[in-house]
Each structure stands twice: as C-alpha cells, then as structure tokens.
C-alpha cells in the first residue's frame, strides 16, 4: 500500500520567551518570572494574566508606546503575557521593563544564544516612560538581596535604584536609563560597567546628628535619663511643660544611640525602600531613623496596612526612635495597638489574601504636657485637669514605658548660659561603653530586651538593693512589669558606671524614673 505520510502542521510553533523580576511582599522579595507568548494563530490581542492589579494592568499601554517611541516593533500577533507565580498578587509598574524584555526576546530582537542567556542571568525591574526612559521603583535593595540569595549574576535597574541595589555585596548591578540601553547591553553592542560598590562602613563611620545635645540648655537631669535610655535601649516618656526642649531632646536621641552597623543599615534601608521613600542622594540609610507621626494618625498608618500591606510608622521606626508628640492627644486605639510590637518587636498585618510580617524594634519617646493648656499643674483646678489627662494613656502601655521623667522649665539663666552643658559626643563615649559592657555580658541583646532567666542572671540585686526595690514595690504598689523594668534600668546605670553589681543606689535613681506610679 501507499506509505503513510505525516499531515503538515495546521501553524507555526509559538515563541516563549522569558524574563525574571520579582514581587515585593512587605520588605521581602520573591522570584517572578514574566513569560511571553506570540502565537500567530487568531486575532491580535493583548492578554495579561497572573493577578495583576490595575497600575499592572495599565502598564501594557506604557510597554507600546515606550516600544514604538523607542524604535521597536510592537508585536501584531496574539500575545499572552504571564507573571508567574499566577497565585500571588503583582502591583505597581515595576513589571513595564521586564515585560518589554520579554516582548522583545519573543520577537527576536534581543537575540536567541549569548543574549539570551545574559538576560537569564539578571533580574530585571523598572517603570517605563512613554518615551522608553527607565523609571525608579520600590524595593531596589530587595531586588538585589533575591539576586544574590537565587545566585544571579546582578540586577537590571533604572540608575536611581542602583546606588541601593549596590549596596548588596557580590552583584553586578547594571544602571541603565532607557530601553535601548538594555537591549545593547543584552545583545552585547553596549557595554556597561556596573554600578562600583558601595562602602557601607565608611558612609556610616562619617554620618553626623541633625541636633546636638549641646545645643539644648539646661536639662542635665533629663540628659542623664536620655543617656539611661539610649545606653540599654529603653523606652522613655518626657513629662513638661511646652517649650522646654522635649522635641529637641527626642530629635538628638540618635546622635548618641550606636551607629547602625551594615546588617542593621541593610534591614532598615529595605523598610524605606519598600514604601520608596530612600533619598536619592545616599544609597543607604545611614543614620538611626526617627519617626514623629502627627497624633491625628490612623492606626493603619502608625501600625501599617492598607488593602496591599505597607510599613507603617513603627517599622520605619526599626532600629531607631518613634517619637510620639503630645502622646495623650493620640486617639486611644492607636496607643494600645503600639503594646504588641512593644513586646514583640514586630507587626503583623493580615489581610485576604494573606499576611505579612515587618520588623518594628524600635525605641518609644513620648512628650506630653502636664495639662492640656500645657502649663504645669499649679493649683487644685489644674491638678485634677492634669490627672483626667493622664489617664488618657492607660496603665498597660506606661507600664511598658522603662523611664519616665519630668521636664521642667528652663530658667533665664541657663538660657543665657556660654555653655550648653553635656554635648552628644560625651554622653555617646558612656553610652558605647555600657552597651560595650552588656554586648560582652549577654550578647546582642541589650538590656530593656533581657528577661525572665537572663534577666534574673544578668540584674541580680545585692541585699540593700533588694530591699529598697521590696520597699519601692510596697510603697507605690507597682506592678511585677514594673519590677522588672525597673531591674533593667538598674543593670543599665550600673553599666554606665562600670559596676557589675547592680547596687542600692542603681535602684533608686531607676526608681525615680517610674515617675508615672508615684503619687502626683
């Protein structure tokens, strides 16, 4: 009989091609991979799948008009376009280059072979302009941590993204301004040196305060409870009347905390890059944040949120201070979601589709006046006007304030004074030698973060310091955190001192900073 012969193939084989990129959840980024498909069979259409939200969605028509304006092609085929994985949600236009990539490796115009494999190598973020200028995106810094954790070459990023991106050692990051420049670089025309590395350690070693402590006059005792703080990292409350240098106190606060080494510089610069608020004059965080939300802020914007999870202002916060102005006038709700990142030092937000987790260790610094006039109680009328707005904050969040302390007025005299007292480079050297101190005692952890068994282990009381804390106790009634707050500051002024007991004395300055459980 006749042979059998094989029918002819009813169209052409599509053409995949594919780009890697990332997805931004939270802080933390996650590999996604941009697949595109030119099939010649059925009408011209654009598809876009793998949940993309609307500015994803949009970005189709800034990838035509960037490739046309650019001097490509746009594909006159059926494309199906997908952001993988297809169960996680995609936001913003951080996908506009990758997609355009993808198109154009489809096409042939980023060449099959050495170009290809080139493109595999990097992961490739960046909003497109209408004309095919790359535009900076969030998450840079998070981009470049995948890169490295998933073994890439480097990254592919808008060159205000690339001072961050390099400061993730062992990449190749590749600033680029336009989509020409990519596909050159791709195709091996263009040849472009990767952003040099940066050095994390110097830029740190060289950053300076905003406000110096010498700057403020006056205020020695409220001085002394900042250095208490800063040297074991202990929440504080300032108790004043207005104009008493409460702000400028709280806003030198970081001048005299340890400089932010390059691991804590790398966490922190990640919280603001995902929320694309790193100043595009430094690559890196280099100061100890300070975050001061005005007291009309809503829950989700202290704590963090919205329908997409963002940080919030206790995670920019991270590794610094939040300070919150005029504490009382914060709405209650808000002051009592700040008790759980307090304890645990992290947030975490839920929503429909999932929840996700940011760091928040950071230090709390409240100023509040006496009275809501904001002059200090003077009489029977203003003494139960300051006990009704007192009681604005509740008992559980003072108690998880370590210091409270009393800031009072400054007299003429000081004001007027040559000097300005203790300035931030001394009050720093203490502070460096008692953390020095506890960092060779109980590791990373400082003091405020000791508890139960390393607590007991590290703040044991000789016997004078025992029964002047039992007197303490009896005397205010104070709760049991108060007890061991109050033992945490004590090993903390200890170790300002250089002591390794923790002495009647340590107890009883640490007692009068439980300002807020004594009597008014």
Request: net charge neutral; with cysteine.
């Amino acid at each position: 009989g006749r042979a059998a012969t094989r029918p002819p193939p009813l169209y052409n084989a599509p053409v995949i091609a594919r780009v890697h990129s990332f997805v931004l959840q939270g802080i933390d980024a996650i590999a996604c991979e941009i697949e595109a498909d030119l099939s010649p069979v059925g009408l011209p259409k654009t598809t876009l799948v793998g949940l993309p939200d609307t500015a994803v969605k949009e970005s189709m028509e800034r990838v035509r008009t960037a490739l046309l304006n650019s001097g490509f092609r746009f594909p006159q085929t059926r494309l199906t376009i997908n952001l993988a994985p297809a169960d996680v949600r995609k936001e913003g236009p951080v996908y506009d280059l990758p997609i355009a990539l993808a198109l154009l490796a489809a096409d042939g115009t980023i060449e099959p072979g050495a170009a290809r494999e080139r493109a595999d190598g990097y992961l490739v973020a960046g909003e497109l302009a209408l004309d095919g200028r790359v535009r900076f995106v969030k998450g840079g810094i998070s981009l470049a941590m995948l890169a490295h954790r998933l073994g890439k070459q480097g990254v592919i990023v808008a060159k205000d993204n690339a001072g961050e991106a390099a400061a993730v050692e062992g990449i190749d990051v590749i600033g680029v301004s336009t989509l020409g420049e990519v596909v050159q670089f791709l195709n091996g025309t263009l040849a472009i040196r990767p952003h040099p590395p940066v050095d994390a350690d110097t830029l740190l070693a060289e950053a300076k305060p905003e406000v110096d402590f010498g700057d403020i006059r006056g205020q020695e005792a409220a001085k002394r409870a900042m250095t208490v703080a800063a040297a074991g990292a202990h929440n504080m409350l300032m108790i004043g009347p207005a104009g008493t240098g409460k702000t400028m106190m709280a806003k030198a606060l970081p001048g005299i905390l340890p400089p932010l080494t390059r691991e804590e510089a790398l966490e922190v610069t990640r919280i603001y890059s995902s929320v694309g608020q790193i100043p595009r004059d430094q690559p890196l965080m280099l100061m100890r944040p300070v975050r001061t939300p005005h007291h009309t802020a809503s829950s989700p914007a202290i704590i963090g949120g919205g329908s997409i999870p963002r940080a919030g202002d206790v995670s920019l916060a991270h590794r610094g201070v939040l300070f919150l102005d005029e504490m009382p006038e914060f709405s209650r709700a808000v002051l009592e979601t700040l008790r759980q990142p307090l304890e645990d030092g992290y947030v975490t937000v839920a929503r429909a589709h999932g929840s996700v987790r940011f760091p928040a260790r950071f230090m709390l610094v409240g100023a509040m006046n006496p009275t809501p006039k904001g002059h200090a109680a003077i009489d029977d009328v203003s003494r139960r006007a300051m006990d009704r707005y007192l009681s604005r904050i509740s008992a559980p969040l003072i108690d998880r304030v370590d210091i409270h302390v009393e800031v009072p007025a400054v007299s003429y005299k000081q004001l007027t004074s040559a000097s300005g007292g203790t300035d931030s480079a001394t009050i720093r050297r203490r502070v460096l030698e008692a953390r020095e101190i506890q960092r060779t005692r109980q590791g990373a952890r400082p003091n405020a973060e000791l508890s139960g068994k390393a607590l007991n282990r590290h703040a044991r009381l000789d016997d004078a310091a025992q029964t002047l804390l039992g007197q303490a106790m009896t005397e205010l009634g104070l709760s049991a955190r108060a007890y061991d707050k109050i033992r945490r500051v004590a090993r903390t002024i200890a170790d300002l001192e250089g002591d390794a007991p923790v002495q009647a004395h340590h107890v009883g300055e640490a007692v009068q900073y439980r300002l807020l459980d004594r009597s008014v």
